[in-house]
T-cell receptor, first 113, second 114 residues
Framework: DTGVSQNPRHKITKRGQNVTFRCDPI?????LYWYRQTLGQGPEFLTY????????KSRLLSDRFSAERPKGSFSTLEIQRTEQGDSAMYLC???????????FGQGTRLTVV | AQTVTQSQPEMSVQEAETVTLSCTYDTSENNYYLFWYKQPPSRQMILVIR??????QNATENRFSVNFQKAAKSFSLKISDSQLGDTAMYFC???????????FGTGTRLTIIP
């Protein structure tokens, strides 16, 4: 296992298009987290899953955002009708439980033009 | 809501020297975790050190140690014998016992000068 994997690493899209990102967590980890990081800022929490259940969503996650984790394995984050303000690095992390270390992926950098 | 403040946007230090990164936080909770994460230029966030608020003893991991002052809500990171590989963004983060989200500061860009 090589850690948390995120694809694609980079995505350029035109405003108004839909995009989907994928995160593959470390295999035995039942927690999966999504964060967004804009330039010059720390990551901001978006949502998290325990197995397939989405347990918390940030107010940052507008109706245009949706995340899924079917069967408690990989997760997808979809952004519909992208806006320039969505340009950011989207980070995924996973952990075995809430008391253990969260491991981060390298992120997907989204640029909306 | 919790907030985390890192007042040093950038720092630089000569290789082998010691450097301290500052972090303060605001919370009304009594039980929580504090973290320092390192984000090298490759962008993958790595956990450096973790502190449980109920533990009075400061956490230490090899060259990395913290000074946790609960009453002052201060959580600084000391890097001893700094190495070129320590060059990175460093983020201080908070997590309450009651939930699972990390609240990050804005980061400190640390450069180790050869």
């Amino acid at each position: 296992d090589t850690g948390v994997s995120q694809n694609p690493r980079h995505k350029i899209t035109k405003r108004g298009q839909n995009v989907t990102f994928r995160c593959d967590p470390i295999s035995e980890h039942n927690r999966l987290y999504w964060y967004r990081q804009t330039l010059g800022q720390g990551p901001e929490f978006l949502t998290y899953f325990q197995n397939e259940a989405q347990l918390e969503k940030s107010r940052l996650l507008s109706d245009r955002f949706s995340a899924e984790r079917p069967k408690g394995s990989f997760s997808t984050l979809e952004i519909q009708r992208t806006e320039q303000g969505d340009s950011a690095m989207y980070l995924c992390a996973s952990s075995f439980n809430r008391d253990t270390e969260a491991f981060f992926g390298q992120g997907t950098r989204l640029t909306v033009v | 809501a919790q907030t985390v403040t890192q007042s040093q946007p950038e720092m630089s230090v000569q290789e082998a020297e010691t450097v301290t990164l500052s972090c303060t936080y605001d919370t009304s909770e009594n039980n929580y975790y504090l973290f320092w994460y390192k984000q090298p230029p490759s962008r993958q966030m790595i956990l450096v050190i973790r502190q449980e608020a109920y533990k009075q003893q400061n956490a230490t991991e090899n060259r990395f140690s913290v000074n946790f002052q609960k009453a002052a809500k201060s959580f600084s990171l000391k890097i001893s014998d700094s190495q070129l590989g320590d060059t990175a963004m460093y983020f201080c983060a908070f997590m309450s016992f009651g939930n699972e989200k990390l609240t990050f500061g804005t980061g400190t860009r640390l450069t180790i000068i050869p």
